[in-house]
């Protein structure tokens, strides 16, 4: 079962415009969440992170929102560019004593930004 | 040369041929991980190791062995493969610093071995 969930598979947006990538979650450890975005034949890159403590956090044209209560962040680029088309994965971790995070991706969604 | 570097970054093998993957981080990181993308999934974490101890392992194959010999490597040796095996691999490295952190260390990818199983 999926723990980390993007159910939109694909979306577009036209240049300039809000592009807002959804994320859902069932697991209420999960306490520290990310966005990366991946180009073609290029690993993932980190993009913004935001902590269970906080319900926003804003990089620039990103800003990612945290609602605990739904279990759900989105991401908010604005304005879109074209150089955003990507596809971006949500990751979560919950707090852990080994040393190191067990980080979960959700499958990604494919962000085309039309010029 | 900075960031994660994977290596080869295509590989072609048989079931029955015997192949490692290879990842190196120039980030000073502690921990490394070894994640999978198949097609329409989500990234699926195989193993992590945490100053070259393995402090994870996803209920992995035995035909996937990896090798962390020292902070900085991390291999991924494979044998006998099925063609479900067929996969993006992506190799991690993070900055572990135990604990509840709400500010914890992200991860650092490399660009991936695209592995065929014929």
């Known amino acids: 079962d999926q723990q980390v969930k993007q159910n939109s598979p694909s979306l577009s947006v036209q240049e300039g415009r809000i592009s807002i990538l959804n994320c859902d979650y069932t697991n209420s450890m999960f306490d520290y969440f990310l966005w990366y975005k991946k180009y073609p034949a290029e690993g993932p890159t980190f993009l913004i992170s935001i902590s269970s403590i906080k319900d926003k956090n804003e990089d620039g044209r990103f800003t990612v929102f945290l609602n605990k209560s739904a279990k759900h962040l989105s991401l908010h680029i604005v304005p879109s560019q074209p150089g955003d088309s990507a596809v971006y994965f949500c990751a979560a971790s919950e707090g852990t004593t080994s040393g190191t995070y067990k980080y979960i991706f959700g499958t990604g969604t494919r962000l085309k930004v039309l010029a | 040369e900075t960031g994660v570097t994977q290596t080869p970054r295509h590989l072609v093998m048989g079931m029955t041929n015997k192949k490692s993957l290879k990842c190196e981080q120039h980030l000073g990181h502690n921990a490394m991980y070894w994640y999978k993308q198949s097609a329409k999934k989500p990234l699926e974490l195989m193993f992590v190791?945490?100053?070259?101890?393995?402090?994870e392992n996803n209920s992995v194959p035995s035909r996937f062995s990896p090798e962390c010999p020292n902070s900085s490597h991390l291999f991924l040796h494979l044998h006998t493969l099925q063609p479900e095996d067929s996969a993006l691999y992506l190799c991690a490295s993070s900055q572990a610093n135990g604990g509840v952190n709400p500010f914890r260390e992200k991860l650092f990818f490399g660009s991936g071995t695209q592995l065929s199983v014929l």
């Open positions: 190791y945490n100053f070259k101890e393995q402090t």
